[in-house]
């Protein structure tokens, strides 16, 4: 057994230690918000916060979390979406199939969290391992400095 603190709430697992997080999150505790892509860590679709910075929860197991708080994108701003970088997303239309968002977003979350007012290359850093089939980045890019307060 094993307790995990996700969107501030205990979820007691019964799982082995070396289970991705991600599978634990949509599986077990019921958030599919977080999605599985690559499942080898270099697309970001899984992305999470632990303790407030950014993690990939596919090459997490539930045992590297250890007393971690954890947030999805369901817990970003509770049941309303309307966290600041979520209203910009709507405000420029981001998604297109939106596969990837949820993981956009939470990965833009950990940067406006650590550099409020972000320069053009540190956008492009924080999000450079991200990816969208789609093809929606400059869109990502300008609701990331709506959200920042710097228009697009
Ligand atoms: S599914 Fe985790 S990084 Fe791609
Ligand atoms: S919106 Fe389709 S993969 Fe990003």
């Known amino acids: 057994m094993l307790d995990l603190r996700v969107n501030d709430a205990m979820h007691r697992i019964d799982a082995p230690p ?16 977080t999605k599985f892509a690559c499942g080898i860590g270099a697309c970001g679709a899984c992305t999470i916060l632990l303790d407030g910075e950014a993690a990939r929860a596919c090459i997490t197991t539930i ?4 007393g971690k708080a954890i947030r999805t994108i369901e817990g970003l701003s ?5 966290h600041p970088l979520q209203r910009a997303w709507k405000q420029v239309n981001a998604p297109q199939c939106g596969y990837c968002q949820p993981g956009q977003i939470m990965q833009a979350a950990a940067l406006l969290a650590q550099t409020p007012k972000p320069t053009d290359r540190q956008i492009n850093d924080a999000m450079a391992g991200n990816i969208c089939r789609c093809g929606a980045y400059q869109r990502i890019k300008a609701a990331i400095k709506i959200a920042a307060g710097e228009g697009i």
Not at 18 to 33: C, H, K, Q, Y
Not at 63 to 66: L, T
Not at 78 to 82: L, Y
């Open 63 to 66: 045992a590297d979390v250890g």
């Open 78 to 82: 509770g049941s309303r979406g309307d």
């Open 18 to 33: 070396e289970m991705p997080l991600l599978w634990a999150l949509r599986d077990l505790i019921g958030l599919r918000g």
